[in-house]
């Protein structure tokens, strides 16, 4: 026995350190894949890049010409092709997305689904959506047309999306699988983010703005949704272990949970719609926020079906008779056994480390249940 534990506690510590090691491996070679690929922009600038842990990114801050400047490469990951942005750091009077418009933008404001801004420039409004809770900011600012001149020539040189908000602006350009961004690609969007910058800091400053930013709306979105997933998992396995009951089946779960289930969806769905309406791009969240709510819903409140059945069960304890169906050995059911009750399979139920005969007699203590699903106390066979 103490032969096999060893053997068994080696080759876990092996798995580890071969896994460690290989990882370790992984990190370094897309690390230095991260850092030549702005060698070139590196050696022109004199900066040494850092790297972003979490996306392997390598990231510079200098300036060029005595204009500052900030640049990331993300490099590619699965699908993903490799991402170049140049940040020109200034202040903005507002905070926005500016990206082309695609067929979902479109069908949604035929529904009136999304929120567009309406710049006076028809040819604009039908090429690029504007993602932002600046709407009254926005507006004023995209009626310049030398505003929506600056932006349109951004994308005319082909980037994915420009952010404008309080801390700069950013240009991110998607980069071909093997391509490896130059010097002159940092000085050319640096060149377009300039206008861009200038348009926004002459913009006057509107009201403030009328809906959460992207990150502080998709944090208070997620919050409860979380809540109800733990609290929802938390009580599914407290219920299934401590108060399990005889004859599981999912049906009582959605019989008894479903009104209250679709009670919790219709008040996130109200307080997701209340949070989204003030965005332009309410049709991006909002979608994503009621398909998620819908599982956590049904998770939060039939997960603890069992649990509150068994916990607030304050009737009298009963003993029926049955018989050992079967033991389970091995697998998920390892120690445990199935009784037949009436003709019909009980739960897989812990049992003693001495062995059911199958077919041997045995009494199980259950209980109603608050919620009428009779669940198992105890059991024990008709020798003890």
């Not at 790297?51 to 010409?65: I, N, Q, Y």
């Not at 035929?110 to 604009?124: E, H």
């Amino acid at each position: 026995m103490h032969t096999i534990l060893v053997t068994v506690l080696a080759i876990t510590a092996l798995i580890l350190v071969v896994t460690v090691v290989v990882t370790v491996i992984i990190f370094r070679v897309m690390a230095g894949r991260s850092r030549d690929a702005v060698a070139a922009i590196s050696q022109k600038t004199g900066e040494k890049p850092a790297l972003r842990l979490s996306t392997l990114a390598a990231r510079m801050a200098g300036k060029m010409d005595g204009v500052p400047f900030q640049c990331e490469y993300t490099p590619p990951i699965k699908q993903a092709p490799p991402m170049f942005a140049v940040t020109l750091p200034g202040k903005a009077s507002w905070a926005a997305t500016v990206r082309l418009k695609n067929g979902w933008d479109r069908f949604c404001e035929k529904i009136s689904l999304a929120r567009p801004i309406r710049s006076g420039d028809p040819g604009f409004d039908s090429r690029f959506f504007v993602d932002t809770a600046d709407v009254r900011a926005l507006s004023a600012a995209l009626s310049s047309a030398d505003t929506r001149m600056a932006v349109a020539a951004c994308f005319d040189v082909g980037i994915k999306r420009l952010k404008i908000n309080p801390d700069g602006v950013t240009l991110v350009r998607v980069l071909g699988r093997e391509q490896k961004p130059e010097y002159s690609d940092l000085q050319n969007l640096l060149a377009l983010a300039g206008p861009v910058a200038a348009a926004a800091r002459r913009s006057p400053v509107g009201t403030a703005p009328e809906g959460l930013s992207e990150r502080s709306l998709g944090f208070v979105l997620a919050v409860p949704l979380a809540i109800a997933i733990v609290g929802g998992t938390i009580g599914l396995a407290v219920g299934l272990n401590v108060y399990r009951p005889l004859f599981p089946s999912f049906f009582p779960m959605l019989d008894i949970g479903l009104p209250y289930a679709i009670a919790g969806f219709l008040g996130y769905a109200a307080f997701a719609w209340a949070l989204t309406r003030p965005r332009t791009n309410r049709h991006v969240f909002l979608p994503v926020a009621l398909f998620c709510g819908i599982l956590a819903a049904g998770l939060g409140v039939s997960g603890p079906v069992y649990f509150i059945n068994g916990f607030y069960d304050a009737s009298p304890a009963r003993e029926i008779a049955a018989t050992v169906e079967r033991n389970c050995t091995g697998g998920k059911g390892a120690k445990t056994v199935v009784f037949n009750v009436e003709g019909t399979e009980s739960a897989a139920l812990p049992r003693p480390r001495s062995c059911c005969r199958v077919g041997e007699p045995v009494r199980i203590v259950v209980k109603k249940g608050r919620m009428d699903i009779t669940w198992v106390a105890s059991w024990k066979t008709t020798k003890e």
